[in-house]
């Protein structure tokens, strides 16, 4: 098995995790915080400069967000979700 193969198991295996109400609350607020932290870290910045850090902030909020948007989808069987017979 390569790497990138073990990567998409573990991915996967990750995926049929289930979930509760307490995880995407938990999850929302998290992101609720990164993105503060983001808009502080990019307004407090002179004109014209920029700081890596927030790109690297800004990849964990996408991802971040993906899973929450991939939970819901599951719980209600939208999206890629749809044909697997309905909510969870």
């Not at 390569?2 to 995926?15: G, I, K, L, Q, V």
């Not at 927030?54 to 929450?68: F, H, N, T, V, Y």
Request: proline share 1%; with cysteine.
């Amino acid at each position: 098995m390569t790497t990138n193969d073990a990567t998409r198991a573990s991915a996967e295996a990750m995926t049929n995790v289930m979930y509760t109400v307490d995880d995407l609350d938990s999850g929302l607020n998290h992101l609720n915080d990164l993105i503060s932290v983001i808009c502080e870290l990019t307004f407090e910045l002179p004109l014209g400069e920029t700081d890596n850090r927030i790109s690297s902030l800004l990849w964990i909020a996408r991802d971040l967000s993906e899973g929450l948007v991939d939970f819901q989808n599951r719980k209600y069987g939208i999206g890629r979700y749809a044909t697997e017979g309905g909510a969870a």
